[in-house]
């Protein structure tokens, strides 16, 4: 990761000296907020992978001595049906037709679509705990 974090803060540092040069030369408020969006962006994806590579160190794919089984592990856990997709698409549906129709039917599509994503998030929050005992 560390490769990546120098990759991207290289791309932030770009996208930060464009956005003061064009700041300064042309004026346009438009043009500078998406170049300091892009360094917020590329700045954020750096700051994740510096972060990474302090906490977990050397991927095996970063070692040169590594061997293919340094890389296996367990695998993540996949769930095998869940309602709660379905649950988010009619919210964000019903979310998108309120913008058309009014307020009370987004407000009613937002309520569906947090109930849904809330729903997806924490649907296994205790997986780890049923399972050892």
Do not use: H
Request: aromatic share 14%; proline share 4%; glycine share 12%.
């Amino acid at each position: 990761m560390k490769v990546e974090a120098l990759l991207f803060g290289g791309v932030a540092g770009f996208f930060a000296g464009t956005a003061a040069l064009y700041a300064a030369w042309s004026g346009d408020p438009t043009g500078t907020a998406a170049l300091i969006v892009a360094f917020a962006m590329a700045a954020l994806v750096s700051f994740f992978c510096a972060m990474n590579y302090r906490r977990r160190g050397l991927r095996p794919q970063d070692r040169t001595a590594a061997e293919v089984a340094d890389g296996a592990g367990p695998l993540e856990f996949f769930p095998a049906k869940s309602s709660w997709p379905i649950v988010t698409a009619l919210g964000f549906a019903v979310a998108a037709l309120g913008v058309v129709y009014g307020l009370w039917l987004f407000l009613i599509g937002f309520g569906v679509l947090a109930r849904g994503v809330l729903g997806m998030t924490f649907q296994y929050v205790d997986r780890d705990s049923r399972q050892q005992g």
